[in-house]
């Protein structure tokens, strides 16, 4: 007997990438639930599914950047507090990409790659340690969000928010609307798109000196002209992030989807002063904000 559970949640995380850095990713989560019937005639109780299931996955993977660990060019060293870590992806061509933070920010995915197959394998392996007996088997989908006009990858960190969006490095993949005199203009989608594929979407009051950071023995010969230094205090601890200037995008307020819709509303604005303009942000998958300028 077989269970399913479409659209059981989306996941939203980073991962690290050879090629192209730090990339925001939002995957819808199905699953398969194969078994017997239990004493109440069912595989698993559907609220069982959406609420613990759903844990499990946004526990392992969402709001976290995920790690290759396999992969040559990562380097993760253990803090001597026990609960933080420096993870150094020493990416060639002053394109290294460097962290502090706590442990829980982070997924490590044992794989050469961060892909869809080998998240999935991640998943699996922590659903399955907590699953009753009667279920045998479990099938887990993740795929992207069909977007039929311009979408971004980017990454971020709210210092100010209370849950795992404080997290500095997770972040979303995410379509774009932007309407001119209230006629949407596909052109300026597609130039904002592009302009913030894979993107750190930074804050400017969290760019501080290298002199302040806990610098791993990796990054300490790293230079203001390649990289742009992030560091904040959050409930959850002390993040840090050493991202290369030319994956890094700094807003002048924090990155909030209503922060970065209105952000980008106004710089239109002021591009194109006789028209009204507005920006539809997307956060992922469904949700998002709406900026007037």
């Not at 819709?261 to 997307?282: E, N």
Request: with cysteine; aromatic share 10%.
């Amino acid at each position: 007997m077989q269970l399913f559970v479409n659209d059981l949640t989306v996941i939203d995380f980073s991962y690290l990438c050879p090629e192209r850095g730090m990339v925001g990713e939002s995957w819808i989560v199905d699953i398969v639930l194969d078994g017997s019937l239990n004493e109440q005639s069912m595989v698993l109780d559907f609220g069982r599914v959406k609420k613990q299931i759903k844990r499990i996955i946004d526990s392992a993977v969402d709001h976290k950047l995920a790690v290759p660990a396999e992969h040559e060019y990562t380097q993760v060293s253990h803090h001597e507090d026990g609960n933080s870590y420096w993870v150094d992806f020493m990416r060639p061509n002053n394109r290294s990409i460097h962290l502090f933070c706590p442990a829980d920010a982070f997924a490590f995915i044992d794989a050469q790659q961060v892909t869809m197959t080998s998240i999935t394998d991640y998943l699996r392996a922590v659903i399955k340690r907590e699953l009753p007996d009667n279920v045998q088997g479990l099938e887990l989908q993740l795929r992207a969000e069909e977007i039929p006009g311009a979408f971004y990858h980017y990454t971020h960190g709210l210092k100010k928010h209370d849950g795992n969006c404080q997290r500095i490095a997770h972040g979303h993949r995410s379509r774009i609307y932007i309407a001119l005199n209230d006629q949407r203009d596909t052109t300026l989608e597609q130039f904002w798109a592009t302009t913030w594929q894979d993107i750190y979407l930074g804050s400017e009051e969290d760019i501080v000196g290298f002199n302040v950071l806990q610098l791993s023995e990796h990054s300490q010969q790293l230079s203001p002209t390649t990289h742009v230094a992030y560091s904040y205090t959050a409930d959850q601890g002390l993040f840090e992030l050493l991202v290369p200037k030319a994956e890094n995008y700094t807003i002048p307020t924090d990155s909030t989807v209503e922060c970065i819709a209105t952000y980008l509303a106004q710089k239109i604005k002021h591009q194109q002063p006789d028209a009204s303009v507005k920006v539809t942000g997307f956060e992922g998958v469904g949700k998002g904000a709406i900026g007037y300028a």
